[in-house]
């Protein structure tokens, strides 16, 4: 059976948002979506919450999961790439005997995120040529119409397809950034020749791409919750 090791990232200092990591959605602080959708998937052997904040280590401790280390400050600025608190992480637990096949990061604040979604991660980095994965959704505006100001005008970023009916251009995605999951061998190599990551799609449907990152994503993702349109 893979192990695998799983890291909700929540550092403290949300600036849109006030603790936005453990403000109430739906009845309860929303990392507890998070954690119960990991929890119920059963796919982790170790799930651990990286954060600098013992407020929400309080939060969570009703939960059996690892919280034994706070993330160091210099790991937890905005700038921080979460490249190297999955490295940070990887060489405490290994510090301490612990080792993994699989690290995957979930978002703290991913309520509309499924078991099943993260199941389908699971098989779709189990597959021999897959050495990675991560969430996407399907742009519903095509880039190839898209416009630029300049002179107070718009001018068509790519001429040749203002012409072409939307039935003959490429479906196009975007990264979510709600999801992801590598090979631990894969992304140790990869981090430590400085090379970009293959990723395979994991594919979520609309209402699931909503990143909350302002109170109007928090208030639609509320409706959209509500009304289970993620299901």
């Not at 980095?125 to 959704?137: G, I, P, Q």
């Amino acid at each position: 059976m893979k192990k695998r090791l799983l890291i909700i990232p929540a550092r403290a200092g949300s600036k849109r948002i006030k603790n936005k990591n453990f403000k109430i959605f739906s009845g309860k602080p929303i990392i507890y979506q998070t954690i119960n959708t990991a929890l119920k998937s059963k796919l982790f052997h170790t799930i651990h919450v990286s954060t600098d904040s013992l407020k929400l280590l309080n939060t969570i401790k009703k939960f059996k999961i690892n919280t034994d280390f706070l993330r160091p400050n210099f790991l937890s600025t905005d700038k921080t790439p979460l490249t190297k608190v999955i490295k940070f992480v990887l060489n405490k637990l290994e510090s301490d005997n612990q080792f993994f096949d699989q690290v995957w990061i979930f978002m703290p604040c991913s309520p509309l995120v499924l078991k099943k979604n993260l199941i389908e991660g699971s098989r779709i980095l189990d597959f021999k040529k897959n050495s990675a994965f991560t969430s996407v959704a399907e742009n519903s505006n095509h880039p190839e119409w898209s416009f630029f100001i300049k002179d107070k005008f718009l001018h068509p970023m790519n001429k040749n397809s203002l012409s072409k009916r939307s039935q003959e251009l490429k479906k196009t995605y975007f990264d979510l950034g709600l999801l992801a999951g590598w090979k631990k061998d894969y992304f140790l190599q990869n981090l430590k020749k400085n090379k970009k990551y293959k990723f395979s799609p994991l594919i979520l449907n609309k209402f699931q791409s909503v990143d909350i990152d302002n109170l109007s994503d928090w208030k639609f993702a509320e409706i959209i919750y509500k009304h289970k349109y993620h299901l």
